[in-house]
């Protein structure tokens, strides 16, 4: 068969597939960015063993250990502590002064895959002085993701590695401070793991639960479709408080958005926005 | 025939004919120009500006969802896969693709299946096997496939004998 009519096949098993998922366990891909998603569908599809996206669809159905494993391929994107270490050092310099005049703080940072940059930002605070007075929601679809932010438990090696970064975004103490070594581990301190929230949360699926000073959502839109990403817009702008900040990643932009107009920019290049509307 | 898109890709040691490549393009060039190049994490708005020394066409790194303009060469902003998604671009931030973040196979790959016919494109010689695969996908769909003859790449590592996995119609000396 003609390269391009193999991929129209696959179109048509793709939307079955995903209306499949949709039906069976309620996870909602079917606005997903069809580029990169048909990327982690094939390599799913390796990984299983199988040459059609039909047979896939077939063994998600079946099988919910695949589904599983489907659900992770689906939710990960690169992560780490103090990722884009830029984007934490314009935090500090652009949000936590408006954080100081508030009380209390409620922070959501939606799409928190395995807790680096949750935790990074608890560390920030934490120097910063606002830690005590600060909540942090964390959320994801993942719940086997979720589980492991909760504990706070990753390997001694990597976390040596996210020095560097930590030292690039401003850190003003010393990053091994924050975690105890226990055999080839790294376990975060339990006092930076008090005002952390870790919840069930599909973006695409769920409704605002909270009103917030803060929302980070990074590079986790960039996996949707323009139409699911203004649907987002949406559900972040209704639970942002008036003169709330949202974050968002450094190659996403509010630009054509519904929104765009209700924003006024604190820093263009980490794209840090605050809600004036 | 009109084509849609061009895209080029490069590793370490393409730098030197990606200037080339990009000076070689006239101010009323047709067709957008698309560019993974391999780079470091934190590399910040350094290369845009060093390659717009080359070139009249606008030099950018595309965000995501971005529309593909004629009269603009967009390169792939550092530690983000660069796609092509109909008349759009999209990024994500998926694994290492040959160790890459861009990577030349994610750009060729969907632009292969985006542009078909539409596409050119073309892999400047590096160190690195990223690239081969998506070469290999843009001759598929009815592209133009294009390489730089590996004996004339700046990075004395790369030099060496086309190899054959890059099945192009033409192998190209830059100057």
Known sequence: ?277 | MGYELVVIGASKGGMRALQVVLGALPAGFPTPVAVALHREKGSGEGLAALLRKSTPLVVTEPEDKEAIRPGHIYLAPPDYHLLVEGTYFALSIDELVEYARPSVNVLFESAAEACRKGLIGVILTGENQDGARGLVAVKAYGGLAAAQDPTTSEAPSCRRPPSPQFPTRRSCRWR
């Not at chain 1, 069976?24 to 094939?42: E, H, M, Q, T, W």
């Not at chain 1, 922070?107 to 608890?122: D, K, R």
């Not at chain 1, 008036?242 to 794209?271: A, C, H, I, M, N």
Request: with cysteine; charged share 25%.
């Open chain 1, 1 to 277: 068969m003609q390269p391009a009519n193999k991929r129209e096949l696959e179109s048509i098993e793709t939307q079955l597939l995903l209306e499949g998922v949709y039906q069976r366990y309620g996870y909602d891909f079917r606005d997903y960015a069809p580029a990169s998603l048909k990327r982690r569908i094939r390599l799913c599809m390796q990984k299983e063993n199988l040459s059609t996206v039909s047979a896939l669809l077939d063994k998600l159905l079946h099988d919910p250990a695949c589904m599983e494993r489907f659900l992770l391929a689906l939710s990960i994107g690169v992560t780490a502590m103090f990722r884009d270490p830029e984007f934490y050092r314009a935090f500090c310099a652009t949000v936590v002064p408006l954080l100081r005049a508030l009380p209390f703080v409620r922070i959501w940072h939606a799409g928190c895959a395995s807790g680096e940059e949750v935790y990074s930002l608890a560390i920030l605070l934490h120097e910063e002085g606002l830690y005590d007075k600060a909540k942090i929601y964390a959320t994801d679809m993942n719940e086997v993701l979720l589980q492991q932010a909760r504990e706070g438990i990753f390997p001694l090696k990597t976390m040596q590695g996210y020095t560097d970064n930590y030292i690039r975004a401003g850190g003003k103490r010393s990053f091994s401070e924050y975690y105890t070594a226990r055999y080839e581990n790294a376990l975060f301190r339990p006092n930076l793991k008090t005002n952390l929230i870790w919840a069930a949360h599909n973006l695409v699926t769920d409704a605002s639960f909270n009103e917030f000073h803060v929302i980070l959502c990074r590079n986790v839109m960039i996996y949707f479709n323009k139409a699911l990403q203004d649907r987002v817009h949406h559900l972040l702008y209704d639970s942002l408080m008036p003169q709330g900040v949202l974050g968002l990643g450094s190659k996403e932009s509010l630009k054509f958005t519904p929104y765009e107009d209700r924003f006024e920019e604190l820093d263009g290049r980490e794209k840090l926005y605050r809600r004036i509307k």
